[in-house]
Nanobody
Framework: QVQLVESGGGLVQAGGSLRLSCAAS??????MGWFRQAPGKEREFIGA????????YYEDAVKGRFTISRHNAKYTFYLEINTLKPEDTAVYYC?????????????????WGQGTQVTVSS
């Protein structure tokens, strides 16, 4: 059973930075991704990285402020958010794709974390 546990969320002032972590159960994956869901909105895709680190992807809305990285030995991947804005307030989810996909980024994410709340105050 794959388990993903997010951490690192909290209340942050606008302009600050935050790093979210996602600890995955000890196995390799094809790709790891981050999503977020703001109040009253649908969940949106942020970006992804392959286990090898050879490929990354970011949605245009977050390019330049969001960075996804991974630490394979710790089976952990990260989402760093800089220059936080109130509109970044959301529940952030990590997910993994276990099977290689012909598309990049993958469209099928098999396992999800429970989410971590990020609240940005103005």
């Amino acid at each position: 059973q794959v388990q993903l546990v997010e951490s690192g969320g909290g209340l942050v002032q606008a302009g600050g930075s935050l790093r979210l972590s996602c600890a995955a159960s000890g196995r390799t994956y094809y790709a790891m991704g981050w999503f977020r869901q703001a109040p009253g909105k649908e969940r949106e895709f942020i970006g992804a990285i392959t286990w090898s680190g050879g490929l990354t992807y970011y949605e245009d809305a977050v390019k330049g402020r969001f960075t996804i990285s991974r630490h394979n030995a710790k089976y952990t991947f990260y989402l760093e958010i800089n220059t936080l804005k109130p509109e970044d307030t959301a529940v952030y989810y990590c997910a993994v794709a276990t099977a290689r996909s012909p598309q990049w980024p993958p469209v099928v994410w098999g396992y999800w974390g429970q989410g971590t709340q990020v609240t940005v105050s103005s």
